[in-house]
């Protein structure tokens, strides 16, 4: 309590702001990246904070290589390279426990000895491609990845950066060769197996439930869309059920065109076959799906004819007008690409299924097409007579898959480098980044715009408002009045350390925390005269053990937005995660590291 007392009107007015932030985090709907701004504004305000130090975790390594590899992961999104994690490493579930446990042992056995953030970033779209077609809940899915990825990185030393943090502080302070590679492995596996199994139990009642968007179908245009699997396809010999085309939600295949054969009422289990024709019929999402489908392009071959390379195009919707010169003539008879550069490669009619090949659907008035056509089309027919209404779908547009392989090893190149200590992490993610433009597998456009910014200015912002705990000294009186409390004995000691420094994660971030804490947690192994290797070990797990707030660790505020989750979806779940792993560690660790 002395330290406390000892505080200054800054230290209480820090410690104000941050239960402000909180507060706003848990009970009002404003943005996370807004609330932190503000708190961080109102210490630069009133001169606790310089506008370096606000402004420090914009520069921070950590905030920046998380930017960075959002541009690493639009070359694996764009050249359709994520669609191979997917079948490759999660497989099929038999259901959400079975979905949660694929998805959570390859992530936390790759996170050991990768740095767990490109681990989640490369995950992310590959879990929503997953989700989708096996329809399961996102919402139910991203936080175990999470997760799983921050417990597996407490096994080695170079699992995650704290551990790397805290190695080097006893490095420093100790001298000696500090820790071994896999020593962490003895509190971290244990570790592991209890966030895992936490996650497969527990999880079923305390993981939010939300409902994807693509959940609920009914009512919905249903568009007609015709697929040629082309040769030498990853799906050619592979089942209907096996390629993934009887996952995706509101599809149906409505036939198999195979020379001369038409199969109607196709088995799960036919065997697709090069050249084949499947006609679908869908919803836009899943229709969608089918043009980024790697072996699978439009069965019409007008689609190779437009003046313009594949992945520079766009996928545009248009309304058919009653003046349109189109109505009463066949797709075919129509030579709509001769008339407009375009593709009709799918078609929608009063919200039915039109149960015909494209080429022979007879145009009618207010028909919806899905085309593939150049970025300008949208602008020269906006207010053309034979359209009523023309709109480009999202960022949509045709994949490069044949430069999947490259965007694959650039990614494994960039691991391999951070491993085997080549380079920094945030030097491996630019130079990543860099060659993922060069060798074309994203654009420089779609570079620009792959950050999420509101992620990167929460993490930015929240160093600087750990800084301020710092400076204050209101972190120090925090984690001093906390072990004031153990009274010389060592294990209420190193549960004390422990609370303390998962507290300071959730406020700040876990290296500010391990930082923090570490010569608090020295200086009390001393004083009582045992080894300080157990503080050390219980330092790094509860730095690691950022599970209680969104804020508290990068790879939670990465899932934050995409799984569309409430600050109070990781309290709930979160603080009992953090007090069992606290327990674990607290038993565990004096047991491999005597004091």
Known sequence: ?????????????????????????????????????????????????????????????????????????????????????????????????????????????????????????????????????????????????????????TCTLIGTSTNLVVNGLYVERLGGEGLGLFEPVWVGLPVTVAVLVFLLTAGHWLLPKRLPAAASYEDVRQYTSEMLVQPGSP????????????????????????????????????????????VFAGILDSVMDLQRTRGLIPATDQVFKLNLPRPGRCF???????????????????????????????????????????????????????????????EQQRNSRDFLLVSQIGEFHPLKHDRAPVAIAIVIAMIAAVSLGWLSMLEAALLAAGLMIFTRCTTSRTARRAPDWQVLVVIATSFGIGAALEKTGAASAMAGGLIGLADGDPWITLALVFMATALLTALATNNVAAVLVFPIALQAAEAMGVAPEPFILTLMVAASASFATPIGYQTNLMVLNVGGYHFGDFVRIGVPLTLLVGLLTVVVVPHVWSF
Not at 325 to 348: D, M, Q
Request: charged share 20%.
């Open 316 to 378: 545009v919707e248009a309304v058919l007008s009653d003046k349109s010169p189109l109505v009463g003539k066949s797709v075919r008879e129509g030579r709509f690409r001769n008339r407009y550069n375009s593709v009709i490669i799918a078609l929608a009619r009063n919200g039915e299924r039109v149960a015909r090949k494209i080429g022979d659907i007879v145009l009618a008035p207010g028909d919806t097409l899905l085309l593939e056509t150049r970025p300008n089309f949208v």
């Open 1 to 153: 309590m002395d330290a406390f007392l000892q505080l200054g009107w800054e230290g209480w007015f820090s410690l104000g702001i941050v239960a402000l932030c909180f507060g706003l985090f848990a009970f009002s709907r404003a943005a996370p990246d807004v609330i932190t701004v503000g708190g961080l504004t109102l210490l630069l305000v009133v001169g606790i904070l310089t506008p370096a130090e606000a402004l420090s975790g914009f520069s921070n390594p950590g905030m920046l290589t998380v930017g960075v590899l959002y541009v690493v992961v639009t070359g694996l999104t764009e050249t359709g390279a994520v669609g191979w994690v997917g079948p490759s490493l999660l497989g099929r579930p038999r259901g959400p426990t079975d979905a949660r446990l694929r998805l959570m042992l390859p992530v936390a056995g790759l996170s050991a000895f990768l740095n767990n953030t490109p681990v989640v970033a490369i995950f992310i779209p590959a879990v929503q491609d997953w989700a989708k077609r096996h329809r399961l809940e996102l919402s139910r899915l991203l936080i175990p990845l999470s997760f799983a990825s921050i417990a597996g990185g």
């Open 235 to 278: 799906l050619v010999g592979k089942s209907i059920e096996d390629a993934g085309l009887r996952q995706l939600p509101g599809l149906f295949l409505i036939e198999i065109e195979r020379g001369e054969q038409v199969m109607a009422a196709v088995s799960s289990e036919e065997l697709l076959q090069a050249n084949d024709r499947l």
